[in-house]
């Protein structure tokens, strides 16, 4: 389809930290999604909006790590220091550094097994079928799951000990080794910058 895409006035984005100008990282946050594009889309010519960033806390400008800046200041307007019950990580964790990769956890970490239910049964039918398709291509599989049911799979794999024939992503641009109970998002073993950007590998090993 083509169409004109729709011009934003505001937009709000989060990130970790802000210095004096509105350069911020995300040093602390899960994926960096799509907030630099957010902000972009904002400020964009001809008539240029306003971006509001909401950040855990605020440093001299000067003392961030360049390469850690997501957002450039240029593209900020107003920044918000929020206080940490309104700035969680996710909807039930208020911060896991394994989740930001500051902390990255052994693969061989136990996780309970997923409880029997239909959504298991589903979910390990589904592997079951990448199973298949690995026989047949003789290579590694990365697969793109959703959130809830297909989110189980990557813990069935772990459960199965599949973890070198299947690798799991998300859209939302992570590569996840095995979901975290009530997240939608896993340990990543690779983060990409927006969620626009579709992973799209070839294994090559065969298996």
Known sequence: MIYSA??????LIRGTTADDIGNITMEKEGIYGSVLAIAQAAKAQPKPGITIAQVERIAKFGSLNPQRVIIPGPLVDDVVKAPP??????DTIQ??????????????EEIPPVELSFEKVIARRTLLEFVEVIKRLKKPLIANVGVG??????????????????????????G???RLV???LGYPW?????YLCRISFQCTREV
Do not use: C, M
């Open 6 to 11: 729709p011009k934003p006035d505001v937009s």
């Open 85 to 90: 019950e309104y700035h969680w990580q996710g």
């Open 95 to 108: 911060f896991d550094p394994r989740i930001s990769g500051t902390i990255v956890p052994s693969y061989s």
């Open 149 to 174: 049911i297909p989110a189980l799979i990557s813990n069935i794999i772990k459960e199965e000990k599949l973890e070198e024939y299947i690798y799991t992503t998300v859209e939302s641009g992570p």
């Open 176 to 178: 996840e080794a095995w």
């Open 182 to 184: 009530a997240l939608i």
């Open 190 to 194: 690779a983060l990409l910058r927006s």
